[in-house]
T-cell receptor, first 115, second 114 residues
């Protein structure tokens, strides 16, 4: 089946620790995105990438880092600089790159909590 | 970037038609309007997309007036399983410096009651 796979489903971070959330897609999509969702809130854009080896900051990039070495993979690292990392993290991809009728396909999310 | 405004919440009863309106006053000429549905602890999923007038699929209808400054998602005969958060998204125009920066609003929480 084609789709987006996020792992792990649940992740716990100790203070001062960096953790990496995985996002893999086999849809052959060019663009990939990371969103953060706090309880009862909407989605906030962390980073996005429209092509391999290129990515841009979203609205809340501080304390996060990404890489896009392969088309199908867009891992997100939550660094120790992110002081309030507890949230639901969603990865998405879209087929079109930079056009106005992009349709996003989302993964099932990773819930990150701080120990 | 076109900012969107939706009601925070709505209540309905099973079998009723629900209309959720989204305001996007500074929509660009080439922007499309897309609606997503999200259940708790899941990623949003695509419902419908349109540019102008009316679009209908097996799930919903989307009405967009001539000035395109708003849009209305219409869900016919809702059921309990339609209880979810609904997001309106307006995509940046292709070629702009913000291309690909897809920003979601707060969404509308729809509660369907028996």
């Amino acid at each position: 089946d084609g789709g987006i796979t996020q792992s792990p489903k649940y992740l716990f971070r100790k203070e001062g620790q960096n953790v990496t959330l995985s996002c893999e897609q086999n849809l052959n999509h060019d663009a990939m995105y990371w969103y953060r969702q706090d309880p009862g809130q909407g989605l906030r854009l962390i980073y996005y990438s429209q092509i391999v080896n290129d990515f841009q900051k979203g609205d809340i990039a501080e304390g996060y880092s990404v890489s896009r070495e392969k088309k199908e993979s867009f891992p997100l690292t939550v660094t120790s600089a992110q002081k309030n990392p507890t949230a639901f993290y969603l990865c998405a991809s879209s087929q079109t790159r930079g056009t106005t009728n992009e349709k996003l396909f989302f993964g099932s999310g990773t819930q990150l909590s701080v120990l | 970037l076109a900012k969107t405004t939706q009601p925070i919440s709505m209540d309905s009863y099973e079998g009723q038609e629900v209309n959720i309106t989204c305001s996007h006053n500074n929509i660009a000429t080439n922007d499309y309007i897309t609606w997503y549905q999200q259940f708790p602890s899941q990623g949003p999923r695509f419902i419908i997309q349109g540019y102008k007038t009316k679009v209908t699929n097996e799930v919903a209808s989307l009405f967009i007036p001539a000035d395109r400054k708003s849009s209305t998602l219409s869900l016919p005969r809702v059921s309990l399983s339609d209880t979810a958060v609904y997001y309106c998204l307006v995509a940046p125009a292709g070629g702009s410096s913000n291309t690909g920066k897809l920003i979601f609003g707060q969404g509308t929480t729809l509660q369907v009651k028996p």
